[in-house]
């Protein structure tokens, strides 16, 4: 009896364990098929992904793109544009800020970038596939500024497959203020191009160590063209260097980030209030021959009071007496040139003469304020083959001759600049060792901003005025800084 139901529990229990075995055998064969499908859908999805052939499947192609992505996005909201076309074809997303003037120039970027895919591609044969695909980061910066980046790809069909054959990242920073975009000079002391130059070489130099183009010092040398292309960040400012100018092409598009607290000091604290209105009339007031304690300070207050910038071309041996003028002029922001070490007539002598005046001067320059000089004024505006050589500035002359260092007098001062008719985009040359002047801009000041000009440096006239990135080595004479000429 015992045995019988042993028996019987031990068949129930083998039945039980087939039973079992048999759920558990369907089970695998449906996870097996669960899989296949998966794989299958997997599959086509990346093959359907790869590709587009319609306006629907290059909406889906691109909201993959959008999706695949890593971006920031933290001011406003997002605007997506789709323009399906054979053989171009158009997916961008751009930020939407709220204000009114910053969305404007948004647009207009985004169109013109837009606009310039078209006609790069115009030749595109009618069943070429060809898209250009572009997303963005934006950045609450702490500061008054919002920073934004275009990532810009363009993909091209070549054996079903869409291949990337270009990438771009284009920069902006925009006034919150103004609504404006802001170039380098109203967010930089002038001498930020310095700071710049030392922080890459190093970071590259490190990362990128076995990467690097032949030229590579050369794009990262002091000169504000190599330091254009920049976003504020919440945490600093990220310098973007387009592919195989600093490191080898492959890389695509490098980046280097230097925090706020590494900028201390080269960044403006307060960005917007250097806001200038390009379509206002501005000129540029320059000192030569400087610094001398008494007048150079006595021009500062002035223009402190005022809350203007101006430019001091100075002697190198006068920077070397008195270091602490220069000191004051940097905090104040304006711009610091060389005018070359003891004034002689640089085109009578040696080429190694001449580099020695400069090299000299910037020496005592950094050692004063940590920076070089921005632009340079040769000595009675004698240029010469040399100083474009070494200058290592744009070489900038002037306009307006005030003849200050002759008549001594404010009133003649006040005469020359008051007897021309649009002083609009022009260069007045005074000089900051005479009583007479300091005087003379004490009167000066006042009466241009009660006319409405605006007073800027000469690397901001040449920026805003002549839409001109100032060149090292490029002369900048006499009858460049006239509107009507
Ligand atoms: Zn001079």
Redesign the pocket.
Known sequence: MTETNAERRREAREAKYRKKKKIHKILATVLILVCVAAAITATAALLSSDTYKDEDSFQEYASEYFKEVDEEKNVGSTQEVIHFGAPLSVAMEYPVTGHKTMDAYIKGIVEDLETQFQNDNKKAAKDDKVAMLMDYDTYKTGREAVGMVLTQEKRKEVKRRMETIDSQVYAYNFSTETGRPLTAIQIFNPGYKTVCSKYMNEFFTDKYKDQLVKDYEKKLSDSEENFNNFVLTENGVRFYFDPGTVVEEEEGVVSAEISYKDLEGTIREEIAVRAIDPDKPMVALTF??GPFPRTSNRILDCLEQYGVVATFFELGQNVAAYPDVIKREAELGMEIGS?SWS?PNLKELSAKKVKRQIDKTNKALEKACGQKATVFRP??GNNCKAVEKYANAPIVLWSVDTLDWKSRKAKSVMKVVKGVKNLDGRVILM?SIYDSSAEAVEKMVPWLLKKGYQLVTVSELLEYKYNETPQNGKFYGYGYFYIDK
């Open positions: 030569d021959d005018h004034h000595p009675y000089h």
